[in-house]
């Protein structure tokens, strides 16, 4: 199983950015899909996840409600986060992981990540 995220950058505040999730190796409807950030000194951190397609359950953490939208493109097999309003507490390296099913299976398989740089 391979992931590559892409879609980083640099965005002023309250801008836009489309980030990308390229998964290879396994069907991409059979699997859950999450999105992590880790800021420098700190943590990594869940930030959104989508159920396999059978379910499409999607999860947001309180940060991201309202601002992000997470979807796949099982055609593509590819997913996306759409992030709107970017803070610069949004800053980070985003990477992409799945491990099975559902939201809630281990992240058994993580891509390398993409920059995101909020700033005026």
């Known amino acids: 199983v391979q992931l590559q995220a892409s879609g980083g950058g640099l965005v002023q505040p309250g801008g836009s950015l489309r980030l990308s999730c390229v998964v290879s190796g396994v069907t991409l409807d059979d699997y859950a899909i999450g999105w992590f950030r880790q800021a420098p000194g700190k943590e990594r951190e869940l930030v959104s996840c989508?159920?396999?397609?059978?379910?499409?359950?999607?999860f947001y953490e309180d940060f991201a409600k309202g601002r992000f939208t997470i979807d796949r493109d099982n055609a593509k097999n590819t997913v996306y986060l759409h992030m709107a309003s970017l803070k610069p507490e949004d800053s980070a390296t985003y990477s992409c992981?799945?491990?099975?099913?559902?939201?809630?299976?281990?992240?058994?398989?993580w891509g390398k990540g993409t920059l995101v740089t909020v700033s005026s």
């Open positions: 989508i159920n396999s397609g059978g379910d499409g359950y999607k």
């Open positions: 992981a799945t491990g099975g099913y559902y939201c809630s299976s281990p992240m058994r398989y």
